[in-house]
């Protein structure tokens, strides 16, 4: 909660002229989560759903996922759209259809990568020598190569990855910046009780 009331004042309790938006990932991540965090909380109070611990099928929807994605990892990733979760990235990003899709093959893009080079014969064989060393040997942790050949093969592979996915990290990059500016909007002027929240369309 101070975390919550720390960003708000910085954004709402500002003089007239707007702050600068935060430019690190870091920054523009604190944003966005507060400003979910104040939609969720209006969201549940609004249901008569406020915890602790709120009502998890509030919070994150009920019945059949309305989403599903499926990884090139073979995992699915399923969500709800009528949850207050849902709700509060409909505010920030738009096209939740959209919005999951792309939040969801992004944040896999490692696992894929590291997918891929599992299949790389020289690697496996490097687990391999790491998997048969004895707990804390670290001579045979170092003879296996494993350590280095991660390090020269990773980045080629998401490099590949991403490239193969370009259109859906474009996707999230544009949708993150329109949360960043949503989330600067509302923290700048929140909603109270005796006022109406934002409109989430």
Request: hydrophobic residues 40%; aromatic residues 4%; glycine residues 6%.
């Given at each position: 909660?101070?975390?919550?009331?720390?960003?708000?004042?910085?954004?709402?309790?500002?003089a007239h002229s707007r702050p600068a938006l935060p430019t690190s990932e870091?920054?523009?991540?604190?944003?966005?989560?507060?400003?979910?965090?104040?939609?969720?909380?209006?969201?549940?109070?609004?249901?008569?759903?406020?915890?602790p611990p709120p009502r998890q099928e509030v919070l994150f929807g009920t019945g059949p996922a309305e989403?599903?994605?499926?990884?090139?990892?073979?995992?699915?990733?399923?969500?709800?759209?009528?949850?207050?979760?849902?709700?509060?990235?409909?505010?920030?990003?738009?096209?939740?259809?959209?919005?999951?899709?792309?939040?969801?093959?992004?944040?896999?893009?490692?696992?894929?990568?590291?997918?891929?080079?599992?299949?790389?014969?020289?690697?496996?064989?490097?687990?391999?020598?790491?998997?048969?060393?004895?707990?804390?040997?670290?001579?045979?942790?170092?003879?296996?190569?494993?350590?280095?050949?991660?390090?020269?093969?990773?980045?080629?592979?998401?490099?590949?990855?991403?490239?193969?996915?370009?259109?859906?990290?474009?996707?999230?990059?544009?949708?993150?910046?329109?949360?960043?500016?949503?989330?600067?909007?509302?923290?700048?002027?929140?909603?109270?009780?005796?006022?109406?929240?934002?409109?989430?369309?």
């Amino acid at each position: 909660m101070g975390v919550v009331l720390a960003v708000l004042c910085a954004w709402g309790c500002a003089a007239h002229s707007r702050p600068a938006l935060p430019t690190s990932e870091h920054g523009r991540s604190d944003l966005i989560k507060t400003a979910e965090q104040v939609l969720v909380d209006q969201c549940l109070t609004a249901r008569g759903a406020v915890g602790p611990p709120p009502r998890q099928e509030v919070l994150f929807g009920t019945g059949p996922a309305e989403f599903s994605v499926t990884l090139a990892t073979g995992y699915t990733v399923r969500a709800h759209a009528d949850g207050c979760l849902a709700e509060a990235h409909r505010f920030l990003y738009g096209d939740l259809a959209r919005w999951f899709h792309a939040e969801v093959v992004v944040n896999n893009l490692r696992p894929e990568a590291e997918a891929q080079l599992g299949r790389d014969p020289g690697y496996r064989r490097a687990l391999a020598h790491r998997a048969a060393c004895p707990d804390e040997d670290t001579r045979c942790v170092r003879a296996s190569g494993l350590d280095e050949m991660r390090a020269r093969l990773e980045p080629a592979r998401l490099a590949d990855v991403r490239a193969a996915h370009r259109e859906d990290v474009i996707t999230y990059d544009q949708l993150r910046d329109r949360a960043v500016h949503r989330a600067a909007e509302l923290l700048e002027d929140p909603p109270t009780p005796h006022r109406k929240g934002p409109d989430t369309s």
